[in-house]
């Protein structure tokens, strides 16, 4: 069973960025990868996905301003987030296996999560 470990969460100021990172304890070569997030009193929503040929997809509202990549060789995938906005505070979820095809379905292995707080 794959373990999936999110870092690189904390807090920061409107307008600041940061960089999750998510380190699986197998290879992730073969699988589309997502970052999932929940805000409190919200459904889970689909934040990034990234294809195993590194094509990106985004959710509406980060859009522009985050970008997702994977480095293989260190069974990682990254989310760098710019121009951080209070609606962005959630906890940040990797996950493995996602389904592109026919609707956007994420996979079945989820990490902890990760908490981003974007406040002044």
């Known amino acids: 069973q794959v373990q999936l470990v999110e870092s690189g969460g904390g807090l920061v100021q409107p307008g600041g960025s940061l960089r999750l990172s998510c380190a699986a304890s197998?290879?992730?070569?073969?699988?589309?990868m997502g970052w999932y997030r929940q805000a409190p009193g919200k459904q889970r929503e689909m934040v990034a996905t990234i294809s195993t040929l590194s094509m990106a997809d985004y959710g509406a509202p980060v859009r522009g301003r985050f970008a997702i990549f994977r480095d293989n060789a260190k069974n990682t995938v990254y989310l760098r987030m710019n121009n951080l906005k209070p609606e962005d505070t959630a906890v940040y979820y990797c996950?493995?296996?996602?389904?592109?095809?026919?609707?956007?379905?994420?996979?079945?292995?989820w990490g902890q999560g990760t908490q981003v707080t974007v406040s002044s």
């Open positions: 197998g290879s992730i070569s073969t699988y589309v």
């Open positions: 996950n493995l296996g996602v389904t592109l095809l026919p609707v956007t379905t994420p996979g079945s292995y």
